[in-house]
């Protein structure tokens, strides 16, 4: 396995990682609660965008 290829999936584990968060974060009632899931909504889109980037990065790479 090479490094890119670690990336792209430490990437995805964050992906979910911050998902499971976020919906953890979501179930809790009161506005601390829904504030941390916007929070982690924000950060799963961000690293969303990222896996993204890396699997591109990944493709154009292995030609």
């Given at each position: 396995m090479n490094m890119l290829t670690l990336l792209v999936v430490?990437?995805?584990?964050?992906?979910?990682?911050?998902?499971a968060s976020g919906i953890?974060?979501?179930a809790h009632n009161g506005?601390?609660?829904?504030?941390t899931s916007a929070e982690w909504m924000t950060w799963r889109v961000v690293?969303?965008?990222a896996a993204f980037a890396l699997i591109l990065l990944a493709l154009l790479s292995s030609r």
């Open positions: 430490v990437a995805a584990v964050a992906v979910i990682v911050s998902l953890s974060a979501m506005e601390v609660g829904h504030r690293l969303q965008a």
